[in-house]
């Protein structure tokens, strides 16, 4: 029987490794290809030149994943049920788990397939945290592959599911004591202003008017902390306080302007 050497077996993890990734992006693309078989078949229908030819980009909230009833397919609908003289043509290119630095990457090719008479996006919604700011340039060109790898994608979302279900965890066990300041005292932090933070968390599940004093401290603790501003942003926000919230937010980007949640808050 031929021993195998530890070398060999790392090389066997790896390719394995390897291989499942392979395998499951390629499953994940003929998934895709299926999805925006449909919404290609509704593009390839051309249409009279006299149309009005409206092009519709954007990322799920856009595509065609549920049939004739993403918001382009109606708008078609809409347009033509309510005129009589001119006929609409709507043309969807929405891609699902994009963002706008890949729309932008392919807007010309779109303009030039399609020629619209207008073009409506629907976009933003998938630049939290983006690191991509789309320019003509070999590194950006890369980083949008890179991006467009369907597992890359999936662990994506795996983690960020795994960061809330810590996350409502978290708050789970905070509603459930009776004795949040005793906790708050015997739990230990590295960070003094973090105890504050998760303590205001806390009050703000219990409906507390103590939470604004609790953020407040967790300010005095740390004034450079963007994170807090936002955390707190988002407290006005809630309560309706547009113009504090705002302040707040503005604080953020001051303090860190490349923390897209003070922008998108």
Known sequence: ??????????????????????????????????????????????????????????ESTTADFIGNFS???????????????????????????????????????????????????????????????????????????LEDIRVYKLSKLLLIAWKNKLKNLNIIRASNTKDIERKFVIKKYEDESQNYLEL????????????????KKSLEEDPKNAEMYIEFGLFYQYQIKFDKAEDLFKKSIEINPENEKGYVS
């Open 200 to 215: 205001w968390q806390t009050y703000w599940n219990h409906g507390a008017i103590k939470a604004e004093e609790m953020f």
């Open 71 to 145: 918001w382009p397919r109606q708008l078609e609908d809409i347009l033509n049920n309510r005129s009589s003289k001119i006929k609409f043509k709507v043309f969807n290119e929405g891609v699902g788990g994009t963002n706008t630095a890949y729309i932008l990457s392919n807007l010309e090719d779109n303009l030039d397939k399609y020629n619209p008479d207008i073009v409506i996006t629907m976009m933003g919604a998938n630049d939290y945290k983006l690191r991509v700011k789309y320019e003509e340039s070999l590194g950006v060109k890369v980083s949008l592959w």
């Open 1 to 58: 029987m031929i021993k195998t050497t530890n070398k060999q077996k790392i090389v066997l993890i790896i390719g394995g490794i390897l291989f499942t990734l392979l395998f499951l992006e390629i499953g994940l693309r003929i998934g895709g290809f299926i999805l925006l078989s449909i919404q290609d078949s509704e593009n390839s229908i051309i249409g009279d030149n006299k149309d009005y030819r409206i092009l519709t980009l954007g």
